[in-house]
Nanobody
Framework: QLQFVESGGGLVQPGGSLRLSCAASGFTLDYFAVGWFRQAPGKEREGVSC????????YYADSVKGRFAISRDNAKNTVDLQMNSLKPEDTAVYYC????????????????????WGQGTQVTVSS
């Protein structure tokens, strides 16, 4: 069982920024495709961004393009999500998810494509 945890959520005003981090322990996160998903109350879980482990390609939902950036910090063994220009509609629980298997392409649409999920971190954008 892969062990990892999300952090960095919180309350921020519209237009503000947050940086989420998915930190792994006991394995090298760089070998795995990682996705960030979010789920708002009453809505389905949706893909926000993901990063592949075979070619480091990245993908973003249309709603966050130009505002969010996903990256790896191999020294810290994390995958981070920098979120800028936050909007109230970004409010949700954000989850880090890992796709089983080494050196794979990530998939932005497809909750079922991911085998391991974190506990989530709450992001609230409100004035």
């Amino acid at each position: 069982q892969l062990q990892f945890v999300e952090s960095g959520g919180g309350l921020v005003q519209p237009g503000g920024s947050l940086r989420l981090s998915c930190a792994a322990s006991g394995f090298t996160l760089d070998y795995f495709a990682v996705g960030w998903f979010r789920q708002a109350p009453g809505k389905e879980r949706e893909g926000v961004s993901c990063i592949s482990s075979n070619d480091e390609s990245t993908y973003y939902a249309d709603s966050v393009k130009g505002r969010f950036a996903i990256s790896r910090d191999n020294a810290k063994n994390t995958v981070d999500l920098q979120m800028n220009s936050l909007k109230p509609e970004d409010t949700a629980v954000y989850y880090c998810a890992i796709r089983e298997g080494l050196f794979r392409q990530c998939v932005l649409e497809g909750v079922h494509e991911y085998d391991y999920w974190g506990q989530g971190t709450q992001v609230t954008v409100s004035s």
